[in-house]
């Protein structure tokens, strides 16, 4: 499960792994972490962060410090697996993409987007002008 902009009021750990009856266990990921002061309480240390939460399987021995390790892929793990009782998991090592190449990735297809529209639109009057010319 992913959380945008959690608030605690303690600062979270970036990875955090408990066990859970029957051998399973919850692991919870935290990024972006900033801390602020609350208006109706400017002495109280406040931290917002993203979050991200699921369940490994008993058959799972991963560490936290593995999961650190891997971290942009257990992160991405977190927020699109949900729906899946027996997940595959991420192999160490895998290559992914991190945020920030996809967020790198997106801005070059918005932009690869913009171009083409642009180009549509000019072709689009092109072919206008020359259907008055054709049927004048």
Do not use: H
């Not at 029957?22 to 400017?42: F, H, I, P, S, W």
Request: glycine share 4%; charged share 35%.
């Amino acid at each position: 499960m992913f959380y945008e902009n959690a608030d605690a009021d303690q600062k979270p750990q970036k990875v955090t792994i408990e066990e859970l009856p029957g051998g399973k266990r919850a692991v919870r990921l935290t990024d972006n972490v900033q801390e602020y002061r609350q208006e109706e309480a400017k002495d109280r240390k406040m931290y917002r962060f993203d979050e991200v939460a699921f369940t490994l399987p008993a058959s799972e021995t991963v560490t936290a410090e593995e999961i650190e390790t891997e971290f942009e892929t257990w992160w991405e793990y977190g927020k699109t697996d949900q729906g899946i009782t027996e997940p595959d998991i991420p192999e160490p090592g895998t290559d992914t993409m991190t945020r920030a190449e996809l967020s790198a990735a997106v801005k070059t297809l918005q932009q690869d987007n913009a171009a083409l529209k642009e180009q549509n639109a000019m072709l689009e009057e092109c072919l206008i002008e020359m259907s008055e010319i054709v049927y004048a």
